[in-house]
Nanobody, 127 residues
Framework: QVQLVESGGGLVQPGGSLRLSCSAS????????IAWFRQAPGKEREGISC????????FYVDSVKGRFTISRDNAKIMVYLQMTDHKPEAPAVYYC????????????????????WGQGTQVTVSP
């Protein structure tokens, strides 16, 4: 079973940038599409982006499209989320998760994940 560890969170100013990292314990991670989710206090966890196993397709929800970029380095067994132009919003914990397919086909892919979660990394947007 792949274990995922998120890192890179912290305090960011509105309009600022931050890069999150997701590392995996097993190389089989590279066979699957990976998604980033986030959860704000009192809200449901929401999927915001995914990337296919071979990095040939990505998807973003409208709220982050054009500001966030997902990427992966299979040689390092890593997935990243580059976040720019942060909006003033509630703090959220960001998680990476393995999807059940090697493809990232769009919003539907975000509903097909393996229910194994890391501890996440918190991002707080504050002046």
């Amino acid at each position: 079973q792949v274990q995922l560890v998120e890192s890179g969170g912290g305090l960011v100013q509105p309009g600022g940038s931050l890069r999150l990292s997701c590392s995996a314990s097993l190389g089989t991670f590279n066979h699957y599409a990976i998604a980033w989710f986030r959860q704000a206090p009192g809200k449901e966890r929401e999927g915001i982006s995914c990337i296919s196993s071979n990095d040939d397709s990505t998807f973003y929800v409208d709220s982050v499209k054009g500001r966030f970029t997902i990427s992966r380095d299979n040689a390092k067994i890593m997935v990243y989320l580059q976040m720019t132009d942060h909006k003033p919003e509630a703090p959220a914990v960001y998680y990476c998760v393995t999807l059940t397919d090697f493809r990232c086909k769009g919003a539907g892919s975000l509903a097909q994940y393996l229910d194994v979660w890391g501890q996440g990394t918190q991002v707080t947007v504050s002046p």
